[in-house]
Structure formats: structure tokens, C-alpha cells
């Protein structure tokens, strides 16, 4: 599979700071997704974009999509302690098939 | 949205044996997933979870080491067969809603093998 890549792979801020998570991939897509999983449980889905799509907001969450540079960004504004999980991207790249990339391990310090 | 739920949500099991998931939807989904996560590592997707037929295994997965079966829309199981220390990992089963192109996961089930 062609899995992305996530950098960085470690991210640690002070809170009250903005968080900025980048993704690249290698294939052409139908979507992007961002999901959020804190200390190995299940992932929660935050922001899915569109291919067709460049920029996208939920509450402190802008995701932008570039496609013709095959690249996402994920930014959390105003980072609050339970913001520290890993964030993962995953491509749909057809039969609603997800390939993740490696993730980014976020730590937000009091 | 949806809420899925898995069991169990951890085991400890010895080389050899073998371990029944299952994964439990509460609403109508189209497509249902199981994927792999190592430790420390991303997700890997096993395979795509078929109603009534055999489930679409990736690249690297076989259907006698992970035997899948999804008998109705909203139930599936995924069984790790002769398990070795290797196959310690969280499993993850996911579901999509018709037309949502959201995949919702499950809480994982935390698998070790001695």
C-alpha cells in the first residue's frame, strides 16, 4: 500500500500555542481524513476534506488540502492539554479503502 | 455517527491458540474493516468485511490466518488463528454509513501473545 508519510513524527508545544501537523501522499485521492487516537484506543474521525475541496474548519480544527503537491495540513489552534493524543491522516484512494499515514505524536504541556 | 462497540477489549492468550473479535454496529452501514495496529506502529488494513460472502483480504493477509466472517450489516467477527508473539497488537474494526464516506472505529481490542 502507499502509506504516507506524517511529519513530524513528534510535536511538543506549550499550551495555548497552535499545533501544525503536515501529510503528504503518493496517489491520487477521493478524500483525506484527520483522526485522533489518545494512548492506543480507537480513533476518533475529526475532519474529512474533499478532493475537490482546499480548506476546511471544525471549532479550533483548519485542514487544507493541496493536491496538485499531494499534501494536507492539519492545524489545532489554541492547544488545550487534551489535545495530546496522535494524529493520524488516511487517504481514501477508492473502494472506500483507508491507507494511514505513520502519524504525529502531540504533547501539549501545561 | 455511529457507535461501535468491540470484544473483547483486551486478551492475553498463549501461542497456539486462537482468538475470536467482534464488532458490533448500532446503525446501518455499508462497508465494515478490520485493520491491524503494531505497536508503536499506524494502521494497516486487514480486510474488507463482506455481508454474506468472504471477506477481501490486502496484500500480506490470508483468510486462514485471519478467518472473517460478517453474517448480517451490522455484525462482524475476525478470528486470529494459531497465534504467534507477532500477532500482539490492537485490532480495530471500523464502519462506514451509506454515503458518509466517514469511516467510524471501534475502541480496538488489545491482544497479547506469550
Known amino acids: 500500500s502507499q502509506q504516507g508519510e506524517e511529519d513530524p513524527q513528534a510535536l511538543s508545544i506549550q499550551e495555548g500555542e497552535n499545533a501544525t501537523m503536515n501529510c503528504s501522499y503518493k496517489t491520487s485521492i477521493n478524500n483525506l481524513q484527520w483522526y485522533r487516537q489518545n494512548s492506543g484506543r480507537g480513533l476518533v474521525h475529526l475532519i474529512l476534506?474533499?478532493?475537490?475541496?482546499r480548506e476546511k474548519h471544525s471549532g479550533r480544527l483548519r485542514v487544507t488540502l493541496d493536491t496538485s503537491k499531494k499534501s494536507s495540513s492539519l492545524l489545532i489552534t489554541a492547544s488545550r492539554a487534551a489535545d495530546t493524543a496522535s494524529y493520524f491522516c488516511?487517504?481514501?484512494?477508492?473502494?472506500?479503502?483507508?491507507?494511514f499515514g505513520q502519524g504525529t505524536r502531540l504533547t501539549i504541556n501545561p | 455517527s455511529a457507535v461501535i462497540s468491540q470484544k473483547p477489549s483486551r486478551d492475553i492468550c498463549q501461542r497456539g491458540t486462537s482468538l475470536t473479535i467482534q464488532c458490533q454496529v448500532d446503525?446501518?452501514?455499508?462497508?465494515m474493516f478490520w485493520y491491524r495496529q503494531q505497536p508503536g506502529q499506524s494502521l494497516t488494513l486487514i480486510a474488507t468485511a463482506n455481508q454474506g460472502s468472504e471477506a477481501t483480504y490486502e496484500s500480506g493477509f490470508v483468510i486462514d490466518k485471519f478467518p472473517i466472517s460478517r453474517p448480517n450489516l451490522t455484525f462482524s467477527t475476525l478470528t486470529v488463528s494459531n497465534m504467534s508473539p507477532e500477532d500482539s497488537s490492537i485490532y480495530l474494526c471500523?464502519?462506514?454509513?451509506?454515503?458518509?464516506?466517514?469511516?467510524?472505529f471501534g475502541p480496538g481490542t488489545r491482544l497479547t501473545v506469550l
Open positions: 446503525s446501518q452501514v455499508t462497508m
Open positions: 471500523s464502519a462506514e454509513l451509506a454515503g458518509a464516506y466517514t469511516q467510524y
Open positions: 476534506i474533499r478532493s475537490n475541496e
Open positions: 488516511a487517504t481514501d484512494q477508492g473502494a472506500q479503502k483507508l491507507v
